[in-house]
């Protein structure tokens, strides 16, 4: 079974940045995708971002140009670097592992974390 652990939430300035990570014990398979999602109060999940190998990544619009997945196979983690936050982007980001594909789908997701709360002022 694999265990998903998130860190790296906070509360910062709009504007600033945050560094995700995601480490990853147990049965781990370097062709699963990893993904990282995001949950506000009342609105459901939403893929944030999403890799598999790594020269190929999936970014949500809302994103893109200001969020970077990578991956460190050698030490199981999964890393989101977040720069530019807006106080839209405060939520709980969730780490998710265990796809056959790169998806926005968490359902095919078979593994998650517990999350880490995001916290963006204006």
């Known amino acids: 079974q694999v265990q998903l652990v998130e860190s790296g939430g906070g509360l910062v300035q709009a504007g600033g940045s945050l560094r995700l990570s995601c480490a990853a014990s147990?049965?781990?398979?370097?062709?699963?995708?990893m993904g990282w999602f995001r949950q506000a109060p009342g609105k459901e999940r939403e893929c944030v971002a999403a890799?598999?190998?790594?020269?190929?990544?999936y970014y949500a619009d809302s994103v893109k140009g200001r969020f970077t997945i990578s991956r460190d196979m050698a030490k199981n983690t999964v890393y989101l670097q977040m720069n530019s936050l807006k106080p839209e982007d405060t939520a709980v980001y969730y780490c998710?592992?265990?796809?056959?594909?790169?998806?926005?789908?968490?359902?095919?997701?078979?593994?998650w974390g517990q999350g880490t709360q995001v916290t963006v002022s204006s």
């Open positions: 998710a592992a265990g796809s056959l594909i790169v998806t926005t789908l968490p359902r095919e997701y078979n593994y």
């Open positions: 147990g049965r781990t398979f370097s062709s699963a995708a």
């Open positions: 890799i598999k190998r790594s020269d190929y990544r």
